[in-house]
């Protein structure tokens, strides 16, 4: 089946640094994936569309410049988190859209477990 | 309005007994719906999902779920629940984000414990 794979799984940095995380397609190619934001508790918000060789699509209220999202590869895609802080301490979860029969699925990673200090 | 609801936070059923997660979903045209399962720290694997035919559509780990369209619900069941079902399910539907591109709308998720 289609799997997906995110790296680090879990990751600490200091107010003010930057975290970059990365979502692969394992076993297919990807022309768009999805990257998640879930807080404790809630359900998944989406933050932005990610195509590969174009710019990102970000949702309404989701800052491009601190969300940078790269789509360079068809099995690749990276979200990194600019300048964090406290505040953007999350779990960031990411999919990819692969053509099943008549209709699209996702398939999500793991998540990626961020904590600012 | 494009939405997706669970009215329940968690559900309690013991092992063996049948099982049922409640959706409800809004969404303009016809839908594709979908059912996730979380475990602790993972991210979501799909259990199946709908988008014609049979109402009733049979997903992964013998779990189904029903499709109604007059009520606009699509409950999680499965008719003998185990102990390794306990997780966070979500309910989600296609929906069209701000850019007009589709995007999954997601419900806030119902815990289901299933007890020994």
């Known amino acids: 089946g289609a799997v997906v794979s995110q790296h680090p799984s879990r990751v600490i940095c200091k107010s003010g640094t930057s975290v970059k995380i990365e979502c692969r397609s394992l076993?297919?190619?990807?022309?768009?994936m999805f990257w998640y934001r879930q807080f404790p508790k809630q359900s998944l918000m989406l933050m932005a569309t990610?195509?590969?060789?174009?710019?990102?699509?970000?949702e309404q209220g989701v800052e491009k410049d601190k969300f940078l999202i790269n789509h360079a590869s068809l099995t690749l895609s990276t979200l990194t988190v600019t300048s964090a802080h406290p505040e953007d301490s999350s779990f960031y979860i990411c999919?990819?859209?692969?053509?099943?029969?008549?209709?699209?699925?996702?398939?999500f990673g793991p998540g990626t477990r961020l904590t600012v200090t | 309005a494009q939405s997706v609801a669970q009215p329940e936070d968690q559900v309690n059923v013991a092992e063996g007994n049948p099982l049922t997660v409640k959706c409800t979903y809004s969404?303009?045209?016809?839908?594709?719906l979908f059912w996730y399962v979380q475990y602790p720290n993972r991210g979501l694997q799909f259990l199946l999902k709908?988008?014609?035919?049979?109402?009733l559509v049979k997903g992964s780990y013998g779990f189904e779920a029903e499709f109604n369209k007059s009520q606009t619900s699509f409950h999680l069941k499965k008719p003998s629940a185990l102990v390794s079902d306990s997780a966070l399910y979500f309910c989600?539907?296609?929906?069209?984000?701000?850019?007009?591109?589709?995007?999954?709308?997601f419900g806030t998720g119902t815990r289901l414990k299933v007890l020994a």
């Open positions: 076993d297919f190619q990807a022309t768009t």
């Open positions: 999919s990819a859209r692969i053509l099943a029969g008549d209709a699209y699925e996702q398939y």
């Open positions: 990610s195509n590969e060789g174009s710019k990102a699509t970000y």
């Open positions: 709908y988008i014609t035919g049979d109402n």
């Open positions: 989600a539907v296609r929906g069209v984000s701000t850019s007009g591109t589709y995007k999954y709308i």
């Open positions: 969404v303009s045209g016809n839908p594709y």
